[in-house]
């Protein structure tokens, strides 16, 4: 059976949820990708996937021109490879995939990873506008594959009667990860703890309020922001190290020297970065917002807080108590393997495919 992803925001944590995806549903299917290039998209992406995966790009601008053109530019592609089921990803995609698999009768299959009208940096007339299109394109496509619990109920409400909706969530290739991370060299002794974040310095992730947390441990806790470039983390303090965009190897082993993880962002569908640092067994201290209070149970695999104040002293506390991080640490790894391994979360996505697959034409 043949999946054709179409992928516009295809860097981060997108990349990693699709490339995960390739390699668990395997037995049966292939898989080809539509995307379109970021700035931060890595140049030797094809190495995170099978190598059978075959790669199409497709420019997918913003605009009403940019759009009709990816639009066709995406049902020629459907009609010349001939897929069974398009699987749309983020919501640029979602827009221009669904139109171009329902203008070529192929049923489809959308993931927001993170519904655009969720976002806090932009105007209130800007979300509504965004969740007027979301509701509007629900109606080209077959099923929504949710990742987040969030997510989920909030697809449930667009889709409408007649669609499916599935709660497929995040998950880590287990073996992969710990592969990568094994030949990393162990970090030194240190007097102090480290802690730190994983991606991209963007309104998402609220950089500020990460500096603000780092300020306040300053002298009790080093810092780092594993994929930040100086230019684009202005905001934080000099004392926070910005190692730069790194490529997945590299920046997972930068994760597995930290003691702590910190993520404050601001909304998500369901952070890769967060599952990752749960499966190297860290105790991940993050902003208590729907999708973060799904995946870590709050004095058991890591802390959730609503402010900075709240935040600091929280990782004060993990700095200060070198059991109760490993504790959650390991409260953390048990959490991912019991619930987010994606050989076995994944076969829902192969179930999803071949039910839509009978629906073709």
């Known amino acids: 059976m043949h999946i054709l992803h179409i992928v516009e925001s295809f860097a981060a944590g997108c990349l990693t949820a699709l490339s995960t995806l390739c390699h ?21 992406f094809a190495s995170q996937f099978p190598p059978d995966v075959e790669f199409h790009a497709v420019p997918m601008g913003v605009g009403v021109l940019p759009g009709l053109r990816a639009c066709r530019e995406l049902s020629a592609l459907i009609h010349g490879i001939r897929p069974d089921v398009v699987h749309c990803h983020s919501s640029k995609a979602g827009v221009y995939g669904r139109i171009a698999a329902l203008h070529r009768h192929v049923p489809s299959v959308y993931t927001p990873h993170g519904f655009a009208f969720l976002r806090t940096d932009v105007a209130p007339v800007t979300r ?8 509007l394109v629900a109606r080209a496509g077959q099923a929504i594959a949710a990742c987040g619990a969030e997510e989920y109920v909030l697809s ?8 499916t909706v599935v709660f497929v969530r995040n998950a880590v290739e287990l073996p992969v990860l ?6 990393a060299p162990a970090r030194g002794a240190s007097e102090r703890v480290l802690a730190g974040t994983c991606g991209r ?21 080093d810092w780092t922001w594993i994929g930040a470039t100086e230019a684009a983390a202005a905001c934080l303090p000099s004392h926070v190290t910005r190692t730069g965009w790194l490529d997945r190897a590299a920046a ?10 910190v993520q404050t962002s601001r909304w998500e569908g369901l952070s890769y970065s967060i599952l990752e640092a749960m499966a190297l067994g860290k105790p991940v201290v993050a902003t208590r917002i729907p999708s973060n209070e799904v995946v870590i149970e709050d004095g058991v695999t890591g802390f959730l807080g609503n402010d900075a104040a709240e935040l600091a002293e929280h990782v004060r506390r993990l700095s200060r108590d070198a059991g109760l991080r490993a504790r959650m640490g390991a409260a953390a790894r048990a959490c991912i393997a019991d619930h987010y391994d994606a050989r076995r979360s994944y076969e829902a996505y192969a179930d999803l495919y071949r039910r839509l697959a009978r629906t073709k034409g």
């Open 24 to 44: 668990a549903v395997r037995p049966g299917f292939r898989h080809s990708v539509a995307y379109a290039l970021r700035e931060e998209t890595p140049p030797d």
């Open 128 to 135: 509504a506008a965004f969740r007027g299109v979301e509701w």
């Open 156 to 163: 449930r409400q667009l889709a409408g009667r007649g669609r």
């Open 178 to 183: 710990d592969a990568l991370v094994a030949s």
């Open 201 to 221: 310095a963007v309104p998402q992730r609220a950089p500020e309020l990460f500096g603000d947390i780092a300020r306040r441990l300053h002298g009790e806790v």
């Open 252 to 261: 997972l082993s930068r994760v597995a020297e930290l003691d702590i993880y």
